[in-house]
């Protein structure tokens, strides 16, 4: 059996193994930056680095701005646009705290057992 030829592999040695591509490659973090300023739930979830089901949460808690593009009455496609996403991300962010001086303790008050009547 002779070997098998693989012209749309990305490697410059045909003998390796090929590459495997995912099917959907848009929503590499490398591929972002080729985009308008406009996701998809999954790219605005790759450029946020969280799952696509936490974009769907916070469009529909209205937390995040999106545009849900469709008629009326049907669901449509959510457009995030990338200012949007990192605006939200700006809200998320957690500054490094204050250090502050610790009260002193208060020594707990001894509890006393209550004794019923017999």
């Known amino acids: 059996m002779g070997a098998v030829k693989h012209s749309n592999i990305p490697t410059s040695d045909r003998d390796e193994r090929p590459v495997p591509r995912r099917q959907n490659e848009a929503t590499r973090v490398s591929d972002l930056r080729t985009i308008s300023g406009r996701f998809n739930v ?4 790759a450029y946020a680095g969280v799952c ?9 808690a209205q937390v995040l701005e999106h545009y849900r593009v ?14 949007d996403v990192d605006a939200y991300l700006a809200t998320c962010r957690v500054g490094p ?3 502050t ?3 002193a303790r ?3 008050p001894k509890l006393r057992h209550l004794r019923l009547p017999s």
């Open 70 to 83: 469709g008629g009326l009455g049907r669901r449509g496609k959510i457009v995030i646009l990338k200012a």
């Open 101 to 103: 001086t610790v009260p």
């Open 97 to 99: 705290k204050q250090r």
């Open 42 to 45: 999954k790219q605005a979830a």
């Open 52 to 60: 696509p089901s936490i974009i769907y949460k916070l469009c529909a």
């Open 106 to 108: 208060r020594s707990r």
